[in-house]
């Protein structure tokens, strides 16, 4: 079992940065593909980004290529999302999850709010 818990999100203006980080705690977490998913309000969750548990494959939605970078650290179970050139449409309450074969576990939540 995994227990994700997010945190980073904030308040930004248009253009700026912000880092997500994802902290795991279970003794299996670099057996897990980890991901980034996000969820607007009145809008489905989509995922944003994900990460092979060797940190050697990694994917993006088309939204936040060349924007934002996923990457991971076993050794620390953690993982993180680098968000820069943020836009007011990537304003969304941001989830950390983990898979094996399914999204099975889910963090609470970090909201982060991109203002024009």
């Known amino acids: 079992q995994v227990h994700l818990v997010e945190s980073g999100g904030g308040l930004v203006q248009a253009g700026g940065s912000l880092r997500l980080s994802c902290a795991a705690a279970g003794p299996t977490f670099r057996q897990y593909t980890m991901g980034w998913f996000r969820q607007a309000p009145g809008k489905e969750r989509e995922i944003v980004s994900h990460i092979g548990w060797s940190a050697g494959s990694t994917w993006y939605a088309n939204s936040v290529k060349d924007r934002f970078t996923i990457s991971r650290d076993n050794a620390k179970n953690m993982v993180y999302l680098q968000m820069n050139n943020l836009k007011p449409d990537d304003t969304a309450v941001y989830f950390c999850?983990?898979?094996?074969?399914?999204?099975?576990?889910w963090g609470q939540g970090t909201q982060v709010t991109v203002s024009s």
């Open positions: 999850a983990a898979a094996k074969t399914t999204w099975e576990y």
